[in-house]
T-cell receptor
Framework: DAGVIQSPRHEVTEMGQEVTLRCKPI?????LFWYRQTMMRGLELLIY????????DSGMPEDRFSAKMPNASFSTLKIQPSEPRDSAVYFC????????????FGPGTRLTVL | AQKITQTQPGMFVQEKEAVTLDCTYD???????LFWYKQPSSGEMIFLIY??????QNATEGRYSLNFQKARKSANLVISASQLGDSAMYFC????????????FGSGTQLTVLP
């Protein structure tokens, strides 16, 4: 079975540009999570969805960040406008329905904002 | 609020020996889950092992076992017969009860296996 798929794997952009990160969760998983990993702050939850509905977005840093999940197989995280301090690795993870809350992570997107 | 503490920034172990990575946690939730993830230098996050707070026995997965001591609020990872490929960053994490399914992560332990 395919795992969580993220694209792009690497993104280099200039300050002020819009960045869109994409995630396809594992088929049949009903919860999706976006995390950000930096050296200074470690792994931080940005937002998570349950059955395509945003449940907790308290980790979204500011209004420049937005996330959507239009259907069960696709989610986007958008940063507009991007800033150098947004440089990080962004992970998407998904959890199956019921059972333990084990989250399966995608490979991550390494974002560099110049 | 939940908190995970990993007090060992770095650990070294000789190949083929066992190693214990420490993790303590704090939560007011009556039900929770504890997880360990491995992050090699390539960057992906790999799920290793899970322990539920009501599980009576310690979880095991191959060479990985979780030493769960509920009263002490600790969930240490034991890796037996270390291999060079075990060199990586290891994260302890926990989930809460009810709708709080998100994971709270510790700061990680960098394990280096020596030949």
């Amino acid at each position: 079975d395919a795992g969580v798929i993220q694209s792009p794997r690497h993104e280099v952009t200039e300050m002020g540009q819009e960045v869109t990160l994409r995630c396809k969760p594992i088929s049949g998983h009903n919860s999706l999570f976006w995390y950000r990993q930096t050296m200074m702050r470690g792994l931080e939850l940005l937002i998570y969805f349950n059955n395509n509905v945003p449940i907790d977005d308290s980790g979204m840093p500011e209004d420049r960040f937005s996330a959507k999940m239009p259907n069960a197989s696709f989610s986007t995280l958008k940063i507009q406008p991007s800033e150098p301090r947004d440089s990080a690795v962004y992970f998407c993870a998904s959890t199956p329905t019921g059972g333990a809350d084990t989250q399966y992570f995608g490979p991550g997107t390494r974002l560099t904002v110049l | 609020a939940q908190k995970i503490t990993q007090t060992q920034p770095g650990m070294f172990v000789q190949e083929k020996e066992a190693v214990t990575l420490d993790c303590t946690y704090d939560t007011s939730d009556p039900s929770y889950g504890l997880f360990w993830y491995k992050q090699p230098s390539s960057g992906e996050m790999i799920f290793l092992i899970y322990q539920g707070s009501y599980d009576q026995q310690n979880a095991t997965e191959g060479r990985y076992s979780l030493n769960f001591q509920k009263a002490r609020k600790s969930a240490n990872l034991v890796i037996s017969a270390s291999q060079l490929g075990d060199s990586a960053m290891y994260f302890c994490a926990m989930s809460g009860s009810g709708s709080a399914r998100q994971l709270t992560f510790g700061s990680g332990t960098q394990l280096t296996v020596l030949p």
